[in-house]
């Protein structure tokens, strides 16, 4: 097991920040111009959701014909499995509702840019770099910004996404992470110099209930729920220190 580790820490596909969620402090990290705003895909779903006004919504998914990743469609989704589960429908939904000044003031209290193109596709993380239409973010804002999430607890839309994070990680599309922990994954375009179809990216914050350590990992050339795999990984070796 600890060849494994080894092997997924140096593999030149994945990169990785860890952060003392109390600090924001970097504790380790192996990402090359970590403060270089990049694509990071549904990792900005819990943002827009903050900047969206009255109760979160009820909506069924019909998956492709919604422009939901998941074909056959995940069905009527309350808004902590269509976190969990990173419903594109559900959240394309949510995003045509959002004002961009409100989305502006959320991006400012957790420290990240926001968008520079008013679309919902850019609000979930579904723009493409060729359109100019991705929202970027560097991923140590983007790191500190989760860990903010979870000093927010006590307020009530914040509650509400860190239980569907939580459900992300034990049974949606982070659940290689398990029980224990608050889990996001995205998948976005690829802005390295050899590009891949795409990359996915995970947050882990350890323990769910009172978080220590963020984990933001990156992979190349994979999705959102394989990256989580490696996150799951280099989660155990960092419990293990």
């Known amino acids: ?64 014909v919604d422009r939901c990743w998941l074909a056959k469609g995940h069905g009527p989704m309350r808004f902590r499995d269509a976190l969990a589960n990173s419903c594109n429908a559900y959240f394309l939904q949510l995003a045509r509702n959002v004002d961009a000044n409100s989305l502006m003031v959320v991006a400012a209290k957790f420290g990240i840019s926001p968008p520079d193109v008013d679309t919902p596709e850019a609000r979930i993380g579904l723009g493409r770099v060729e359109l100019g239409n991705v929202w970027e973010i560097s991923p140590l804002a983007l790191a500190r910004a989760y860990c903010e999430l979870t000093a927010r607890s006590a307020e009530p839309r914040v509650a509400e996404i860190l239980a569907g994070l939580k459900q992300a990680a034990e049974s949606g599309t ?25 990359d996915g990216f995970t947050i882990v914050l350890e323990p769910a209930e009172a978080p220590r350590i963020a984990i933001l990992v990156r992979v190349h050339g994979v999705p959102g729920a394989e990256a989580a795999k490696s996150a799951a990984l280099i989660l155990r070796q960092e419990r293990h220190q």
């Not at 398990?178 to 179809?197: E, I, M, N, Q």
Request: glycine content about 8%; overall charge positive.
């Open 174 to 198: 982070a659940s290689a992470i398990g029980r224990g922990s608050l889990a996001k994954t995205g998948t976005a375009p690829c802005v390295a110099k050899r590009k891949h179809v795409g």
């Open 1 to 64: 097991m600890i060849a494994l580790l080894t092997l997924v820490l140096v593999s030149a596909d994945i990169n990785y920040i860890v952060v003392d969620v109390r600090t924001r402090q970097i504790v380790k990290q192996d990402w090359p111009d970590a403060d270089r705003p990049i694509p990071a895909g549904s990792l900005v779903k819990p943002f827009t959701a903050l900047a969206s006004s009255g109760p979160f919504p009820e909506f069924v998914c019909h998956g492709a």
